[in-house]
């Protein structure tokens, strides 16, 4: 019986509908890899009264070299989370997105780098800033704040996209099914970059972005997240990414002299690359008033580590 109880409880945590035809997407109890792809750009206040505006990349002979204070804006799409014994597919029905913006807090050079050569070390921090004017003039807002940095949305019928105007692409990915809103919140939470030297050509631009972050949020009130460790830092976060960063091809493509181009991609840079959660549930006792109450809503809680 005990088992069967447990059996239960699982399908009542992670086979939990929302209220719309769709589900949402899930997660196993024990580690899960998310596979994503993402777009991103940089955006800089130039001190001018108007605010943080989108970096020209157009150039690529000259690409701009970044900044403390500058926030890289982005998009992403999360295309399967594997558990231990089964998977969760990105659908046509059931599609998993994101946003994040993350601000240069310090420059660095490294000598020793990405394998052995000369880089450069960004270290990033949450955005002081929510809203943001592209290179068409069209201005948006992230909706993220304070410690937050990213934040997954849940579809029922948005299909991802990454070849309209950036205001456009962006605010597509945000919905009222907010799936896991994740920050800065503990001292061992970091985001840091390694790129090749400043003012290499986008089309020969490389780096490696290093994710550790808490989960802040969670849709479904009955899931914690145990502590992980990123064995290429060595911190113990919620949640870790370690995601290879080059330009993107399709912006290199539309912005390679060739006019007669089109349809391509406005985003600059691009990533793909796996993300880890550990995923926890509460003691038996509370499942009972926790599926009631999510039978029909869907919750969110503010997250703390344990």
Same mark, same amino acid.
């Given at each position: 019986?005990?088992?069967?109880?447990? $059996?239960?409880?699982?399908?009542?945590?992670?086979?939990?509908? *929302?209220?719309?035809?769709?589900?949402?997407?899930?997660?196993?109890?024990?580690?899960?890899?998310?596979?994503? @792809?993402?777009?991103?750009?940089?955006?800089?206040?130039?001190?001018?009264?108007?605010?943080?505006?989108?970096?020209?990349?157009?150039?690529? *002979?000259?690409?701009?070299?970044?900044?403390?204070?500058?926030?890289?804006?982005?998009?992403?799409?999360?295309?399967?989370?594997?558990?231990?014994?089964?998977?969760?597919?990105?659908?046509?029905?059931?599609?998993?997105?994101?946003?994040?913006?993350?601000?240069?807090?310090?420059?660095?050079?490294?000598?020793?780098?990405?394998?052995?050569?000369?880089?450069?070390?960004?270290?990033?921090?949450?955005?002081?800033?929510? @809203?943001?004017?592209?290179?068409?003039?069209? @201005?948006?807002?992230?909706?993220?704040?304070?410690?937050?940095?990213?934040?997954?949305?849940?579809?029922?019928?948005?299909?991802?996209?990454?070849?309209?105007?950036?205001?456009?692409?962006?605010?597509?990915?945000?919905?009222?099914?907010?799936?896991?809103?994740?920050?800065?919140?503990?001292?061992?939470?970091?985001?840091?970059?390694?790129?090749?030297?400043?003012?290499?050509? #986008?089309?020969?631009?490389?780096?490696?972005?290093?994710?550790?972050?808490?989960?802040?949020?969670?849709?479904?009130?009955?899931?914690?997240?145990?502590? #992980?460790?990123? +064995?290429?830092?060595?911190?113990?976060?919620?949640?870790?990414?370690?995601?290879?960063?080059?330009?993107?091809?399709?912006?290199?493509?539309?912005?390679?002299?060739?006019?007669?181009? @089109?349809?391509?991609?406005?985003?600059?840079?691009?990533?793909?690359?796996?993300?880890?959660?550990?995923?926890?549930?509460?003691? +038996?006792?509370?499942?009972?008033?926790?599926?009631?109450? $999510?039978?029909?809503?869907?919750?969110?809680?503010?997250?703390?580590?344990?």
């Amino acid at each position: 019986m005990k088992k069967i109880f447990n $059996l239960m409880i699982l399908l009542l945590v992670f086979a939990v509908t *929302a209220p719309a035809v769709h589900a949402f997407p899930t997660i196993q109890v024990g580690d899960n890899e998310l596979y994503y @792809t993402n777009r991103e750009t940089v955006f800089r206040d130039y001190g001018d009264g108007n605010g943080y505006v989108e970096l020209d990349y157009r150039n690529l *002979a000259s690409a701009p070299t970044l900044l403390a204070g500058d926030i890289f804006i982005g998009t992403l799409k999360v295309q399967e989370i594997v558990g231990d014994t089964s998977s969760w597919f990105q659908g046509r029905t059931d599609q998993l997105t994101g946003i994040f913006a993350m601000e240069i807090t310090n420059v660095t050079e490294d000598v020793t780098g990405l394998g052995g050569d000369f880089s450069v070390v960004l270290e990033l921090g949450a955005a002081s800033a929510n @809203t943001f004017t592209t290179l068409e003039n069209e @201005t948006f807002s992230t909706g993220l704040s304070g410690d937050e940095v990213m934040k997954f949305y849940a579809h029922d019928s948005v299909v991802w996209q990454d070849d309209g105007s950036i205001k456009q692409d962006f605010e597509a990915q945000i919905s009222t099914s907010e799936w896991m809103t994740l920050g800065m919140v503990e001292d061992t939470d970091y985001l840091t970059t390694h790129i090749t030297p400043q003012g290499t050509s #986008l089309d020969q631009f490389i780096g490696k972005s290093y994710l550790g972050l808490s989960v802040m949020e969670f849709w479904n009130a009955g899931v914690t997240f145990g502590d #992980l460790v990123d +064995p290429e830092v060595g911190e113990t976060v919620d949640f870790y990414a370690n995601s290879e960063l080059e330009g993107h091809d399709d912006f290199i493509e539309e912005n390679d002299g060739d006019s007669t181009t @089109t349809g391509k991609s406005p985003w600059v840079f691009e990533s793909n690359d796996p993300a880890y959660l550990n995923a926890t549930v509460p003691e +038996p006792g509370t499942f009972l008033l926790f599926g009631a109450g $999510l039978l029909g809503c869907s919750a969110f809680v503010r997250r703390k580590r344990s």
